[in-house]
């Protein structure tokens, strides 16, 4: 089924809409300001670290058509799961690619034409339409940080509040300035704990209650979710789930947080209710 089929209605956010649409694992369609953002696409093909069938395999049940019309593809990390070069190599190189800077150095390898790396504090605008904020992510290694970002709608001239926010972060590590970079309506991050024994590598749980208590967000959406992916290897057989997405709301209520959890289904196109803010905050 083609996402943009799905016809929901707008929800209006200083007169701009927000959509959504996930194509399972962290890979999601942005829509906001007028603009088509891919974000960490995997969308054909398994998804294995250095060919290691035996250590980590996905499998989609069927490939899934590349969006068409896109306005950017934006990459968080340079690895697989990330920056997919069999997805990547499905797109135009004319699409422009923004990433860090070890995703941007996998797109100059495939040929994009415009590949922009964003370092941590860094920001870009596309058009007059959409900011992206380059925020401290992930490590990958020893002092090695990969990216989340803030995607903000840029509101028009005569807006009286400030455009629709995502702020994505795909293993949860949340930088301790986050709340200085302005409202936050949507969050794409992990909400629930997955770990091998002690070790995490999804910190949801207790640091996504925290990022909630930071940041105040309307709408917290879980990524890197298994939605209708198929995963096998050694790797898989040692990750532990904790919690539920039923416990994490309450843990929300409890904290006297008005904010929505939100589960799309894989590739429905999510027209993400929100409510205007009063007065535009961003930081200089």
Known sequence: MDPRSVRDPFILIGAMALHLTWFDSNSWLLELGGRRILLDPWLTGPLMFGNAEWFFKGEHPAPIAPPQNLDAILLSQG??????RPTLELFARSVPVIGSPSA???????????V????????HCI???????????????????????????????????PGPSVYYEPHGYHPANLADLG??????????DLCIGFLPILRGGKTALQLAQRVRPQVMIPTA????VRYSGLLVKALRQGGTLEGFGRSLAAAGLDCQVLQPAVGQR??????P????AIAG
């Open 116 to 123: 922009v790396a964003l370092a941590h504090g860094d920001r």
């Open 183 to 192: 409202p936050i309506d949507v969050t794409l991050s992990p909400l629930l």
């Open 127 to 161: 058009g007059n339409a959409v900011e992206i904020v380059a925020t401290a992510g992930a490590p990958v290694g020893p002092g090695a940080l990969e990216n989340g970002y803030v995607v903000r709608a840029i509101a028009s001239q005569g807006e009286d509040a």
């Open 270 to 275: 999510l027209a993400v209710p929100l409510t």
């Open 79 to 84: 690895l697989e799961d990330h920056a997919h």
């Open 104 to 114: 941007a150095a996998v797109a100059r390898e495939l040929g994009f034409e415009t």
């Open 277 to 280: 803010r009063a007065t535009p």
């Open 225 to 228: 979710a298994a939605g209708e």
